[in-house]
């Protein structure tokens, strides 16, 4: 079985500061690993995915995560956040064996402050 | 019209009605999702439809019955609804069971 813990439900930071929302996961196999936004009013979208290679991977909009397999974690970090990064952010993981069923974290609340 | 579309955005109905909420996506995925988001709770998975054959149903009650009549289409059959029901409901698709995850934006059902 497959598990997914975000460790804060609720960040608040100001402008411009550095977050980290922190994310570990449980699974007996390989995972894919996935970061989702959700803006108020709607669904979630994907912010960024861990498949396979690099284990350092990035977002668009300056967010990145990296896959530690030794301490089964995959951290959102970005080094200055922005008023319209408020939102809720979730962390997803998924696997071969559990194909078509991700499994998602309880969220974390990210407010960001002026 | 690109990505996942969900209607109708709000719905309100009584515990004896009959409604539907549909899903609709022009990605050209393979495979679509039900998930409830309650407030408090961690996302559910309720349905699996992997070229249009259920792959997964989550022990959900038998008054939410998923409908998939092609790869582009979902819909949720709601009937004699619960208040706890009250929920977002999202609507997702993939390009297979490993890809990631596209959502519309939801529909909000509120049971009175």
């Known amino acids: 079985a497959q598990s997914v813990t975000q460790l804060d439900s609720q960040v608040p930071v100001f402008e411009e500061a550095p977050v980290e929302l922190r994310c570990n996961y449980s699974?007996?196999?390989?995972?894919?690993l996935f970061w989702y936004v959700q803006y108020p009013n709607q669904g979630l979208q994907l912010l960024l995915k861990?498949?396979?290679?690099?284990?350092l991977v990035e977002s668009i909009n300056g967010f990145e995560a990296e896959f530690n397999k030794s301490q089964t974690s995959f951290h959102l970090r970005k080094p200055s956040v922005h008023i319209s990064d408020t939102a809720e952010y979730f962390c997803?993981?998924?696997?071969?064996?559990?194909?078509?069923?991700?499994?998602f974290g309880d969220g974390t609340t990210l407010t960001v402050k002026p | 019209e690109t990505g996942v579309t969900q209607t109708p955005r709000h719905l309100v109905m009584g515990m004896t009605n009959k409604k539907s909420l549909k899903c609709e996506q022009h990605?050209?995925?393979?495979?679509m999702y039900w998930y409830k988001q309650s407030a408090k709770k961690p996302l559910e998975l309720m349905f699996v439809y992997s070229l249009e054959e259920r792959v997964e149903n989550n022990s959900v009650p038998s008054r939410f019955s998923p409908e998939c009549p092609n790869s582009s289409h979902l819909f949720l059959h709601l009937h004699t609804l619960q208040p706890e029901d009250s929920a977002l409901y999202l609507c997702?698709?993939?390009?297979?069971?490993?890809?990631?995850?596209?959502f519309g934006n939801g529909t909000r059902l509120t049971v009175t």
């Open positions: 997803a993981v998924s696997d071969r064996v559990n194909a078509g069923k991700s499994t």
């Open positions: 699974s007996s196999v390989s995972v894919y």
């Open positions: 997702a698709s993939s390009q297979d069971s490993y890809s990631p995850l596209h």
């Open positions: 861990y498949l396979s290679g690099s284990t």
């Open positions: 990605l050209g995925h393979n495979a």
